[in-house]
């Protein structure tokens, strides 16, 4: 069985920052695409970053220059570090993840979220 269990959310300033974590197992992680994906209030999610197996990354152009995805493969653990955090930046995010070596938007693994919130 496949889980995702994200940490790491929190109350920041603006400006401030935040590290996510993803612990996921149940699965050969190291192979798998995955993703960090948010939902503010009242707001469709959206996809923030990916991380394919072998470490290329994509972002959404609201976060560039400011969050960075990585994967730790030993730990079995996915990070979202979040810099220079805006009040826009506020919402629950979501790990996920998707049996392919390169990320083609299937997305078939969630975990529960982790609220961000930022303030002004």
């Known amino acids: 069985q496949v889980q995702l269990v994200e940490s790491g959310g929190g109350s920041v300033q603006s400006g401030g920052s935040l590290r996510l974590s993803c612990a996921v197992s149940g699965y050969a992680y190291s192979s798998y695409c995955m993703g960090w994906f948010r939902q503010a209030p009242g707001k469709e999610r959206e996809g923030v970053a990916a991380?394919?197996?072998?470490?290329?990354?994509n972002y959404a152009d609201s976060v560039k220059g400011r969050f960075t995805i990585s994967r730790d493969n030993a730990k079995n653990t996915l990070y979202l570090q979040m810099n220079s955090l805006k009040p826009e930046d506020t919402a629950m995010y979501y790990c996920?993840?998707?049996?392919?070596?390169?990320?083609?938007?299937?997305?078939?693994?969630w975990g529960q979220g982790t609220r961000v919130t930022v303030s002004s």
């Open positions: 996920a993840a998707e049996r392919s070596h390169r990320c083609i938007g299937s997305w078939p693994y």
């Open positions: 991380i394919d197996s072998d470490g290329s990354t």
